[in-house]
């Protein structure tokens, strides 16, 4: 006698979850939800216009005799014999740091004379108007336009009694950042 197995219904059913149940895993999808969200932000950048420093003159401290104490140019009221620097694309208002080389050698071939620069800055063209600055290194605001106008004078050292005579020359470094 052959025994035949039959399954009943229910059973048939529970095969076939556990054939798909079984077949969902092998694919990682039974219970793999996946959920995403995004959200975006505005990226901003903003570009500055450089600063530009321009020599509109230099310092002129004109002639003077051999054994002379030495000229001085005020930066305030030294008028045209004062440098001037003018000095635009700077933030409105921003407080800016004002450097200079502290001494400068005026020079002739064979002869030095010191010359010890004083600077004056201003919001305005108005040189008469200008604040000294106490030292190198001193801060001052640029103007609601980025701008600030820098008159340069000085002392310079006595003109020794066998100073050749002739043109002196030397420099001064000036520099401005924020």
Do not use: C, H
């Not at 020079?107 to 010890?116: D, G, L, S, V």
């Not at 106008?149 to 005579?165: E, H, R």
């Amino acid at each position: 006698m052959t025994r035949r197995f039959t399954l009943g219904e229910n059973m048939k059913k529970i095969f076939l979850f556990a054939f798909l149940f079984m077949t969902a895993i092998d694919e990682g999808e039974l219970f793999a939800q996946t959920q995403s969200v995004s959200q975006s932000a505005n990226v901003n950048l903003t570009v500055q216009t450089a600063m530009s420093l321009t020599n509109v003159r230099g310092v002129n401290f004109g002639t003077q005799v051999q054994g002379s104490a030495g000229a001085t140019v005020d930066p305030v009221n030294g008028g045209a014999n004062a440098a001037y620097f003018t000095l635009s694309g700077a933030p409105a208002n921003q407080s800016l740091t004002v450097s200079w080389t502290p001494s400068a050698i005026l020079t002739n071939t064979t002869t030095n004379i010191t010359w010890t620069p004083s600077v004056a800055v201003g919001n305005t063209t108005t040189q008469t108007g200008a604040t000294v600055l106490a030292s190198s290194g001193s801060t001052s605001p640029a103007s609601s336009s980025g701008n600030l106008y820098i008159w340069v004078g000085g002392s310079t050292g006595a003109v020794p009694n066998n100073a050749p005579a002739g043109l002196y020359q030397g420099t001064v470094t000036l520099t401005v950042q924020y």
